[in-house]
């Protein structure tokens, strides 16, 4: 029996990025892999390849979000 193994640190970089961005899943993976089921596959403990996941990081990096101040009431 193979044992399950869900990539914590991809995940949550990739949830993060995508609560602040407001990117779906689907636009995230086209645009960071041109795979637009990477993020559906992640969530479900999908297995990638170092390749894949180095360009998920690097797209992260490369495409840093701006966080909108909101003021004060």
Same mark, same amino acid.
């Given at each position: 029996? *193979? %044992?399950?193994?869900?990539?914590? %640190?991809?995940?949550? &970089?990739? %949830?993060?990025?995508?609560?602040?961005?407001?990117?779906?899943?689907?636009? =995230?993976?086209?645009? &960071?892999? !041109?795979?637009?089921? =990477?993020?559906?596959?992640?969530?479900?403990?999908? !297995? =990638?390849? *170092? $390749?894949?996941?180095?360009? &998920? =990081? $690097?797209?992260?990096?490369? !495409?840093?979000?701006?966080?909108?101040?909101? &003021?004060? %009431?």
């Amino acid at each position: 029996m *193979q %044992e399950e193994f869900i990539d914590t %640190e991809l995940l949550d &970089a990739v %949830e993060l990025y995508l609560a602040v961005s407001g990117l779906s899943g689907t636009r =995230f993976g086209v645009l &960071a892999l !041109n795979d637009r089921t =990477f993020v559906g596959r992640l969530r479900r403990g999908g !297995n =990638f390849g *170092q $390749k894949k996941r180095q360009k &998920a =990081f $690097k797209y992260i990096k490369a !495409n840093p979000v701006k966080l909108k101040r909101v &003021a004060a %009431e």
